[in-house]
């Protein structure tokens, strides 16, 4: 049973993404996409944890927000490595993970939404 957001492996785990898209952008002089990047990486942990204390339908809403801006983060993501703000083994781990945080967010909508029967 829920206890608190800060409880959740996938809110830790957005949580330390936000930390390394920080870190990756510090010395990035392209602001415009370095803040986009850090505004969509805040957004997934903040979303999860808003929506989890929002709880009942709201939670499920809420992650599927985060989980658009996980999509929204590895477009991104790419977009900066084509232009050359992130090293291809920057990008990639970073790209690994949102695709793993986006398969948590949809386990745990699917586990807090309830089933609809046919």
């Given amino acids: 049973m829920y206890q608190s957001f800060e409880k959740l492996e996938v809110w ?68 900066a490595s084509k232009i050359g703000i992130l090293k291809p083994e920057e990008m990639s781990p970073l790209v690994s993970e949102l695709k793993e945080i986006s398969r948590m967010l949809t386990g745990l909508a699917r586990s807090i939404t309830p089933r609809t029967e046919n």
């Fill in 12 to 79: 830790k785990r957005a949580c330390q993404l936000a930390v390394r898209v920080y870190e990756l952008l510090q010395e990035c002089r392209e602001y415009g996409l370095r803040d986009q990047m850090q505004r969509a990486a805040v957004s997934i942990a903040s979303n999860i944890a808003e929506g989890a204390e929002r709880g009942g339908r709201d939670f499920a809403r809420f992650l599927t927000i985060a989980r658009g801006s996980a999509a929204e983060l590895r477009t991104q993501c790419y977009i």
